[in-house]
């Protein structure tokens, strides 16, 4: 082929390949660390494990938005996904019709993961992303396959640099029929593989008029969930890729250029999966603490509770007195009994004297309960 084809006009698409050696040991660390973050999801109580679920699929809604440029209101998302989970929130918003159909989308490719994936489901999604049939720009051919050329620029009008033309657009319909044959009866592939397989493919296909990249990572973490078996996500591939949104579109661009070989691909996604398993993994372990301050102390009253939430979800700074009492609305020695009686409970420690001194999470108090070990790996 001549240098700069791209990869859907190869003789041979799209029978893609890659370098199994080279994918080797990443695939045994990530099986083992999407065991291991299940395992111990199973160990901690119901609520704990909603408020973690309900903070991946937050995550997941609001960054794989963010990859395309869309910020949806964080409280908006996180007030949609609790009541689809059944998840009572202190305080609920509206929603707009957008973050509906966003939220509504995600959980039906984690919910229903074991439910066909057709044409007619993904057109529905479609729909989800553009309730009123527009985008930011214009009107958006919504619930249908693309109709029209597409292409992925970047630069100002008369300078534009095409990064990328999908299949013309009378070859979608066929195009996507061998990939909905492939995504249902896959061959004998690895499983996190054929997630970062399908989306690659549904990404170079660009079977749509906008929304490819949400309903991509959509299908991918749909192909995740059926790997995982469960309908359970406490991560966040969407969170990982957004970290590294240009190295994203780099390895895509690349790989849809030259042949079948998708190595590169593979390789850059199974680093951004152990990220977001990384990351689930402290996720974890914060919701590991909340849980054992509010079974060990069950005494603790409101304030010390809003304080410890939020050290352990970390926060600029040292927690001192008059910090204490900003952020939970009482007076300096209304604050100072407070975390004097936390250091009497085992559950902080005092550290420096005068004015320098401050009070970090024993660690001693949250050790040997339900944690999970260190890594060697």
């Not at 893609?16 to 990443?26: K, P, S, T, V, Y």
């Not at 964080?74 to 509206?94: K, T």
């Not at 900003?326 to 550290?351: I, M």
Request: charged share 25%; with cysteine.
């Amino acid at each position: 082929m001549k240098r700069g084809d791209y990869i859907h006009e190869h003789p041979e698409w799209p029978t893609f390949r890659w370098d199994r050696a080279a994918l080797e040991l990443q695939l045994a660390v990530i099986h083992g660390r999407r065991s291991r973050l299940l395992a111990y999801m199973s160990t901690l109580d119901e609520g704990a494990q909603q408020g973690a679920m309900l903070d991946s699929l937050c995550d997941e809604v609001a960054r794989s938005s963010a990859i395309e440029g869309v910020v949806l209101d964080a409280q908006q998302v996180r007030s949609s996904v609790a009541r689809r989970l059944g998840v009572a929130l202190d305080v609920g918003r509206a929603t707009d019709r957008q973050t509906e159909g966003v939220v509504e989308m995600v959980l039906d490719a984690i919910q229903r993961w074991d439910a066909d994936m057709t044409a007619e489901r993904l057109f529905a999604w479609h729909r989800m992303l553009f309730p009123d049939g527009r985008n930011n720009v214009g009107p958006v051919q919504v619930g249908q396959w693309r109709t029209s050329p597409m292409k992925v620029v970047s630069g100002p009008i008369g300078r534009e640099r095409v990064h990328f033309e999908a299949p013309a657009a009378e070859r979608v319909p066929a195009e996507m029929n061998t990939f909905l044959s492939w995504f249902a009866k896959p061959a004998n592939i690895d499983p996190v593989v054929r997630a970062g397989m399908a989306h690659f493919w549904f990404e170079t296909i660009h079977p749509f008029d906008d929304g490819n990249g949400r309903m991509g990572r959509a299908i991918m973490d749909m192909a995740l969930t059926q790997a995982d078996g469960s309908q359970q996500r406490y991560y966040s591939v969407s969170r990982a890729i957004l970290a590294q949104r240009r190295g994203y579109y780099e390895v895509l661009e690349h790989c849809q250029r030259g042949d079948l070989d998708i190595t590169p691909w593979l390789v850059w996604f199974l680093e951004i999966l152990e990220q977001s398993l990384s990351d689930a993994e402290v996720q974890v372990e914060r919701a590991r603490r909340r849980q054992t301050v509010l079974t060990r102390n069950l005494g603790l009253n409101l304030r010390q509770i809003k304080a410890i939430e939020r050290m352990i979800e970390g926060f600029e700074g040292k927690m001192r007195t008059a910090k204490y009492a900003a952020l939970t609305n009482c007076s300096d020695d209304t604050a100072l009994r407070d975390l004097t009686d936390l250091v009497d409970r085992g559950v902080l420690t005092r550290l420096g004297a005068g004015r320098g001194s401050h009070y970090v999470l024993a660690d001693a108090y949250f050790d040997g309960v339900v944690g999970l070990p260190s890594r060697t790996e």
